[in-house]
Nanobody
Framework: QVQLVESGGGLVQAGGSLRLSCAAS????????MGWYRQAPGKQRELVAG???????NYANSVKGRFTISRVNAKKTVYLQMNSLKPEDTAVYYC????????WGQGTQVTVSS
């Protein structure tokens, strides 16, 4: 059974930082493409950042230069370091894994106050 468990969300002031973590189990993590998505109220879920098994990364234009995705295969964990947070970054952030099938975490709330 595949499980993705996110942690690290919370309330932060604009300009602050948070680091999200996603611990995976039940999948061959090292060859899985991992990603972070977010969904704000009334909006569609969107890709924030992705990282391939080989470490290639991609980012949404809105977070380039502020967010960094990374992974530690030995820990089966993917991270999202979020700096210079803005109120428009407020959303539920979801961890995603792709390995033949798609898997989602339960989400963690990030709230950025102005």
């Amino acid at each position: 059974q595949v499980q993705l468990v996110e942690s690290g969300g919370g309330l932060v002031q604009a300009g602050g930082s948070l680091r999200l973590s996603c611990a995976a189990s039940g999948i061959i993590f090292s060859i899985s493409t991992m990603g972070w998505y977010r969904q704000a109220p009334g909006k569609q879920r969107e890709l924030v950042a992705g990282i391939s098994g080989g470490g290639n990364t991609n980012y949404a234009n809105s977070v380039k230069g502020r967010f960094t995705i990374s992974r530690v295969n030995a820990k089966k964990t993917v991270y999202l370091q979020m700096n210079s947070l803005k109120p428009e970054d407020t959303a539920v952030y979801y961890c995603h894994a792709e390995n033949v099938r798609n898997y989602w975490g339960q989400g963690t709330q990030v709230t950025v106050s102005s």
